[in-house]
């Protein structure tokens, strides 16, 4: 049985920094692509980072650029987001998902094609 599991989130000052970890169970992380998402009050759910399957790549939206940096570790089968420098509106609950129908490759899977998703870590970015 497939199983990630969010952790690392809470309440951080703006400027301040946390680092959230995607822990797999049923499921070997650094053979499929994992990416990271957030969902906002009344927002819609935002891509915010993805590390690909078999090269390692790594995708970064816009408004996190400079600031997160996505990474594996293949001794804890756990994919972390470091965040730096954090904002106000980087708060969000934080999701990471998985796509275990294929290996990706210089690219990184679309939302609707993760087919395993965590439970989610609240993080709130507030003085």
């Known amino acids: 049985q497939v199983q990630l599991v969010e952790s690392g989130g809470g309440l951080v000052q703006p400027g301040g920094s946390l680092r959230l970890s995607c822990a797999g169970s049923?499921?070997?992380?650094?053979?499929?692509?994992v990416g990271w998402f957030r969902q906002a009050p009344g927002k819609e759910r935002e891509g915010v980072s993805c590390?690909?399957?078999?090269?390692?790549?790594?995708r970064y939206a816009d408004s996190v650029k400079g600031r997160f940096t996505i990474s594996r570790d293949y001794a804890r089968n756990t994919v972390y987001l470091q965040m730096n420098s954090l904002k106000p509106e980087d708060t969000a609950v934080y999701y990471c998902?998985?796509?275990?129908?294929?290996?990706?490759?210089?690219?990184?899977?679309?939302?609707?094609?993760?087919?395993?998703w965590g439970q989610g870590t609240q993080v709130t970015v507030s003085s």
């Open positions: 590390i690909s399957g078999s090269d390692g790549s790594t």
């Open positions: 998902a998985t796509d275990t129908k294929r290996i990706w490759g210089g690219s990184c899977p679309r939302p609707h094609e993760y087919d395993y």
């Open positions: 049923g499921v070997t992380l650094d053979i499929y692509a």
